[in-house]
């Protein structure tokens, strides 16, 4: 059992464990088990001392218990497995001696010779036995250089460090207990300085990571007395420059520009691609675009592609939008573009008529549940059953433009009856014709501006009350595309009615064979109903009857003005004559 790489006796003396015996059957039983768990001494002695190497000086007069140094380890088992003690395994020459409890270092005073390094190997051991790996301990009978406290360093900082900010102290431990001085034995382009007194280095300058140099190796000295070598030590110092996000993505040009685009272009159309640098390195340098418009879409490589359709009728038939191009910094920078995209015009677009739409060609569609998926049969609407729910999709109408207008009937040669305009959204020339409703050749249309008229020869004969002409405007596609397209508009000539038509009685004859009364009848008796009939429309169309008399004769019969029934009009009655006005027919009554 281990904790987090220590055994488990190392933090625990002993642990209460429930154990549950279950037998087969309705019974079982709990039992608690305390169980005490004891250290193996699976652990050496590991030496603890700073820094290394281990060194140590002493006076070549120095009596006999004389301290020179401190010997410390450590353990990590429990109980005597865990106790240290410290033994001279070999070297000194019998000079020196180690308290096995304490680990302190002594002379046992002999002789010692002046300035002679005496190199001693000890050892620590725990109770029951396990070793240590020896440790040598290099002890001078005079004066000995200073020891820095590390055999090296390193150090990484970050680029636009200010200069004369310390970034590292040094340190050294003097065995005369004398002010050391610090100075630098190797520094490239003197970037570098430290202060004698100290042992703080800084920079003369800031550097740049992305232009100057991104490793330096430093010498460092620490000197007792100026001049005197046996007086100093030095140390190897490495400087890393770390990159810092200190610079902005730059596009490689500030306005990209791409023209005859075509509208019909799909969205997996690449337009163009826009391209970012940074200089700075790793994360920093890493670049992420963005593009800040809806109509585009941007790769991760800058690459620039529709993001809907495209349409050529805008203002200037230009999209201008902003891309921008952000770093990976923990605190990031952005730069930005200007894209110009120029569109081509393509003949994608019906001409349409200036009329608003004739509110009459709407009409609703009405749908049942079992529905399944199809299309109009003019393609006008898509019908998908999905479940539980229904999916409309409109497609464009056509729907038909509506011009009214009137004409008179007795109207001359080439008279305006009416104007259509409609206009191309591409820009293309309209040519207009009369496709239907001009069977009898009565109207003529001026391809170019839309004027309809009345044909000049023969001259035209109007009848009826309504004309329905459809007109076609179509596009030169000039703008190029697969077809001319084009538009219908509605054109309802009314006709106004002149009357130049007279009452006609078509059964003349026969009401002088019919009509008969005896004589002697009451006053309002029937004699007979007279029609005539009027080729003219609306009021010009309406008869209205009457009777005319011969001079200083006595009216004996009167006539409705608007059924035409006749009856008399006096008792004394003989053969006479009379004459039904408007277009006449005479007959006699006897």
Same mark, same amino acid.
């Given at each position: 059992m ?49 820094p ?20 410390q ?5 429990e ?32 002789a ?5 390094e ?10 029951? $036995? ?33 200069e ?7 340190y050294t431990?003097s ?16 970037l ?6 100290? $042992? ?21 000295r ?25 610079c ?58 529709p ?26 920078? &952005?730069?930005?573009?200007t ?93 207009? &014709?009369i ?42 596609n000039?703008s190029?595309?697969?077809q ?30 019919q ?18 009939v ?21 009216p ?6 608007d059924? $035409? ?8 009655l003989? &053969? ?15």
């Open positions: 281990k904790r987090k790489g220590r055994k488990v006796a190392e933090w625990m003396e002993q642990s209460l464990m429930e154990l549950v015996l279950i037998e087969l059957g309705p019974d079982w039983y709990l039992n608690k088990v305390r169980l005490k768990i004891t250290d193996v001494n699976d652990n050496i002695p590991e030496w603890d001392m700073k290394y190497p281990y060194l140590a000086v002493v006076s070549h007069e120095a009596p006999a218990g004389t301290f020179v140094y401190q010997l380890a450590h353990d990590e088992d109980g005597r497995s865990g106790e240290v003690e410290y033994f001279l395994s070999d070297g000194g020459d019998g000079c020196f001696s180690v308290e096995k409890k304490t680990g302190q270092v002594v002379t046992t005073g002999l010692l010779q002046r300035d002679r005496y190199l001693l190997s000890v050892v620590a051991l725990d109770g029951l $036995g396990g070793r240590s790996t020896p440790a040598m301990l290099s002890v001078v009978a005079g004066a000995r250089a200073p020891q820095f406290t590390n055999g090296s360093y390193a150090i990484s900082i970050p680029e636009n460090t200010p004369e900010q310390p970034f590292l102290v040094v431990i065995f005369q207990k004398q002010p050391i001085s610090y100075s630098l034995l190797i520094n490239p382009s003197s570098f300085s430290i202060r004698p007194e100290t $042992g703080e280095i800084s920079l003369t300058r800031t550097l740049d990571y992305e232009s100057d140099q991104r490793r330096y190796l430093l010498m460092v620490a000197s007792e007395e100026p001049g005197i070598l046996s007086a100093a030590a030095e140390v190897r110092v490495q400087v890393l420059i770390t990159d810092e996000n200190d902005v993505p730059e596009f490689l040009q500030s306005i990209y520009s791409v023209d005859g685009v075509p509208e019909t272009v799909t969205t997996a159309t690449s337009l163009l691609q826009v391209l970012a640098t940074d200089c700075d390195s790793g994360s920093n340098a890493e670049l992420t675009y963005y593009i800040l418009s809806p109509d585009f879409s941007i790769s991760p490589h800058g690459t620039i592609f993001a809907s359709r495209l349409d050529y009728e805008r203002p200037n038939h230009l999209y201008e939008f902003v891309v921008m191009a952000t770093d990976g910094g923990i605190e990031p920078h &952005s730069g930005t573009a894209v110009r995209v120029r569109m081509a015009n393509i003949n994608d677009e019906a001409p349409e008529f200036s009329q608003p739409v004739d509110e009459s060609s709407l009409f609703l569609l009405a749908f049942l549940a079992d529905v399944k998926g199809q299309t109009t049969r003019n393609k006008s609407f898509h019908i998908q059953n999905l479940k539980d729910r229904l999916v409309l999709t409109l497609v464009k109408l056509n729907f038909l433009c509506r011009y009214r207008t009137f004409v008179s009937e007795d109207a001359g040669p080439n008279t305006l009856v009416a104007t259509v305009l409609a206009k191309d959204p591409d820009g293309d020339g309209i040519i207009y &014709s496709t239907s409703g001009n069977e009898e050749g009565n109207f003529v249309i001026d391809s170019q501006k839309g004027l309809i008229r009345l044909r000049s020869n023969p001259l035209p004969k109007l009848q009826g009350l309504e004309y329905v002409l459809n007109v076609t405007a179509t596009d030169d000039a190029g595309g697969p001319p397209l084009f538009s219908t508009a509605r054109v309802i000539v009314g006709v106004d009615d002149v009357n130049n038509n007279k009452p006609v009685f078509k059964e003349c004859q026969q009401y002088r064979e009509a008969s009364v005896l004589e002697n009848q009451p006053t309002g008796t029937f004699v007979l109903q007279v029609h005539a009027d080729a003219d429309e609306g009021a010009n169309g309406k008869v209205k009857y009457g009777l005319m008399h011969r001079d200083s004769a006595m004996a019969f009167r006539i409705h003005p059924t $035409g029934r006749v009856h008399t009009d006096c008792q004394e003989s &053969s006479r004559d009379f004459t039904v006005d408007r277009q006449c027919c005479i007959f006699n009554s006897s």
